[in-house]
């Protein structure tokens, strides 16, 4: 019986983890760092964002579109939320939900952001929204407010 | 008229590669901006002081919000050793209503701001300086009526809490420029909020 109750809790808690996203907070930019330095064939995008920057809300529907589209193809894509604040977890879970966001989400809580700006791209001032496009042959930050047009289209020129 | 027409392009390209804004060590052109109390500030106006500490910040965004305490405290700190704070709100006013002169007014007043806070309507002060992002520090040093350039970046190494705050740059700058040194780091980054600007 009691087997059975740790079964089933267990069946029950991966349930859980599969069907809503589960968002992790690092409040160490070293944790994320890996994530814009993998070196395989994959053409990774990431994405720096907040709940409250509406130039980034604008565009997430985009890399929700970019998702789909190459989701047969090696792309990945991450959004790193720069939300901060109490409620930070919970007001990014919302909007991921009420969004449909199908990419990965973490939160970034480093708020020394003059040691890591540099380490994502020296391109980069701080503003947001900002995307880092790179494969093993490619490699350009972008400081600037994405369309599906133009994503696409670097995305589909980079992809292996 | 090939000519014209070429070195015309030429000279839209350089201006449109070289107009990245102020690097350290640039005189600041000047500029003269409403501010909310109607009247009209330049920084010329500054002339008598040893330098000024711009601020490009705004109402709407919440790394402004966060540090905007700590933007009145250097105003408290510095004024009165000749380091006063000059805030520009660059955003366009009908992309976020939140900055509009009216919310601007208002938000000084319920802060009870101690330093002009000017609008930069036509968005041309901030593309000369080269901000990118709310906030952004410029602090300038008056050598003999030119305003030089010698820090620009964040106020300090945290923008959600004061009391976490290691490093204070802008502090630290102004510090160094009182006692005759450059400021060390002269540069600095932080996340912010893109200015908004219907033109890009």
Known sequence: MRVLFFLGLFIFLFAEGVSSQ???????????????????????????????????????????????????????????SLDFGSSAVERVKKFSEKHGIKSRI?????????????????????????????????????EKEFNYKELYHIVKSKIK | ?????????????????????????????????????????????????????????????????????????????????????????????????????????KRAEEKNYTFPYLIDKKQEVYKEFGATRTPHLFILENQEGEFIVQYIGAPDDNYKDADAVEKHYAANAVNSLLNGNKPEP??????????KDKSK
Not at chain 1, 41 to 46: A, K, M, P, Q, R
Not at chain 1, 63 to 68: A, V
Not at chain 2, 63 to 86: C, M, N, S, T
């Open chain 2, 186 to 195: 002269a540069k600095t980054k932080a996340i912010g909020c893109s200015i």
């Open chain 2, 1 to 105: 008229m090939k000519k014209i027409v070429l070195s015309a392009v030429l000279v839209l390209i350089s201006v449109m590669v070289f107009s990245q804004g102020y690097e350290i060590g640039d005189k600041a052109k000047n500029f003269r901006l409403k501010n909310v109390d109607d009247s009209y500030v330049s920084l010329s106006d500054y002339e008598d002081e040893k330098g000024v500490i711009v601020v490009f910040t705004c109402n709407h965004c919440p790394y402004a919000q966060a540090w905007e305490d700590r933007i009145i405290g250097l105003d408290k700190k510095f004024d009165k050793k000749g380091y006063p704070v000059v805030a520009i709100q660059p955003n366009d006013t009908e992309m976020y209503p939140d900055d509009s002169f009216e919310n601007m007014k």
């Open chain 1, 106 to 142: 973490v939160i970034l809580d480093d708020p020394d952001s003059n040691s890591w700006i540099n380490k994502v791209s020296p391109e980069w001032s701080g503003a947001l929204p900002g995307t880092l496009i790179y494969n093993q042959d490619f490699r350009k930050f972008y």
């Open chain 1, 22 to 80: 589960e968002i992790p907070v690092y409040s160490n930019f070293k944790k994320v760092e890996y994530l814009l330095h993998k070196d395989t064939d994959t053409t990774y995008v990431i994405n720096f964002w907040a709940t409250w920057c509406a130039p980034c809300v604008k565009e997430m529907p985009a890399f929700n579109r970019l998702h789909e589209e190459f989701k047969n193809e090696p792309l990945d894509i991450t959004l790193i």
